[in-house]
């Protein structure tokens, strides 16, 4: 009789623990050992903003498992406590500090799923208990025990995390301010997308200081550091006066009495620095199976280069489901070897939501495709969500990229009250499919009147992206602005209640439905010049483009209309933009 093979899982949450009890549901005879150097295992990350925003109110909730209940239904052995310092792979052990010293464990194979830590950047005074990141249960703890209403806090970094941690504190009554080096929040969003969530803040009254960095924290009396316990309840914690001081590079300061820092997470993977096992800027290198590059050994996770899925760009991708995927995929090559299917790649899609509003993002976004060298046409939509008549009905902020040759989708983002994780899972379906923008058009999706529209709106965004790819439709950018108010005429087809909200310098005003007996005003203003035609969101402008290209102008239509180019512009708008003495 064969010995039963010993599968060693380090770090017992997404990926580890998805590896392990997959491993267990295809083999019953494997030893399995999940080794964690928390105190919890299978713990909700994801959900911890929500306990400190108290919308999760026991802290039990976040434990989805514990050591007894995966030895109950999976007879896991795991180990919390237990901290991986090293692997020696010529001889197949780790080597584990636990709770009653060190020991060395054997492994048949191993399986490294230890996740990332918080980076922690060149600002003075990080060492300051009042300087918390939330990546554990008892970080949150933590957190809410130093959140006391009223009192200031500062949260730096404005990504997913970072503006969920900011709201939560809001929602307990804190004066957050967000500290973001980027020129906007959620960095991956395109600048017109994150304006929308920038005003949301500001309804949730949290400051938001972008484009500039901390560099550092003065704090006059150091609170002690916290104990915590899950399962008790959480308590006041008073905080000293003063407050510390965080000082941005612009010379301002910012009271604080909590500093949450969120600006980015390196794969946590030191311990195995000299194990062989190759990393690649800390992430550890794998083949489309998670194989590392010693025998033996898997990895999952947060701690991994992937390869993502439009650009080909290899670095971390942090995020729960594709963790939680690959760990599955991997028992299944430690167990089938030979049948297990490739890891696919992450196509990096994520939702936040940010007070009312749900924000979203699937593949590429500009930059991305930029530094792949990918050349890529931008969609910007505004549709309902549901029927226009239908009580409720709201604008969705959606916007494309698209290869320009083959039309391939390569991202998409979205902002909204409504509907907005509908469309970018279905746009993230066609990424993973490989579909192109005109295949968009054709998808039979869920439509009654509360839920979308006959044509919803990804058909919608997929006749407007097949009409740009085939000339139909030409468009022209809020980036452009400054040459087009140089070189063209801009023409505002909107009503004049509307042009009466502000319309661009020297723009000639004709709404849409007089546009065919006026086009005589249009040749004498443009006299010889491009037009270049907007409206509110960019449909009647792209029938008034059709209306000037048929006679002959050469026409184009703004992209997202005024909401995207307001959006755009964002302090700034209202310089910009004129209001008409008379329309
Ligand atoms: P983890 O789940 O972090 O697990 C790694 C474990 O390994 C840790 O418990 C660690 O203690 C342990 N470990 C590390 N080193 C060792 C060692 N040497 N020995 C033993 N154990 C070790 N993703 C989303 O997709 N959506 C979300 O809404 C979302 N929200 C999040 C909110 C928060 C606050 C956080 C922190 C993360 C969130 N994520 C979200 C990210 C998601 O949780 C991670 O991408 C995912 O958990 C990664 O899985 P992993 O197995 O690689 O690492």
Redesign the pocket.
Known sequence: MTQPKRIVV???????MSCAARARRLDETAEIIV????PHVSFA??G??YYIGGEITDPAKLLVQTPASLRAALNLDVRPQ????GVDSSRRVVFVEGPSGPLELSYDALVL????VAIRPPITGLDSPRVQT???VDDALTVAQLATAGSPAVVLGAG??GL?VAEALATRGLAVTVVELAEHVLPPLEREMAQPVEAELARLGIEVRTGVAAVGIEDPSPVESVETQPSSPVETFETPSPPAIVRLADGSTLPADLIVLSVGVRP?TD?LIGSGVALDRAAIVVDEHGRTSVGGIWA????VASTHAVTGANRPV????P?NRA?RLVADDIVRPGSARPIPRPVGT?I?RVGDLAVAVTGANSAELTRAGRAFTTLHLHPNQHAGYFPGAQQLRLLLHVAPDDGRLLGAQAVGADGVDKRIDVLATAIRAGLCVGDLIDLDLAYSPPYGQAKDAVNLAGMVGSNVLDGTLRLWYAADLDQVLAEALVLDVRSAAEVATGTLPGALTIPHTELRGRLAEVAAAADGRPVRVFCASGVRSAIAHRVLTQAGFDSASLSGGMLTLRAHLGATADDVLVTPVTV
């Open positions: 380090v770090g017992g949450v997404a990926g580890g080794l964690e150097r928390g990350n994801c911890l903003p237990h901290a991986v310092t799923s230890p996740g990332a939330v990546r554990t997913f995390i969920e946590d311990f999952v996770g947060d701690a942090a995020l729960a489901g963790a760990g994520a936040v």
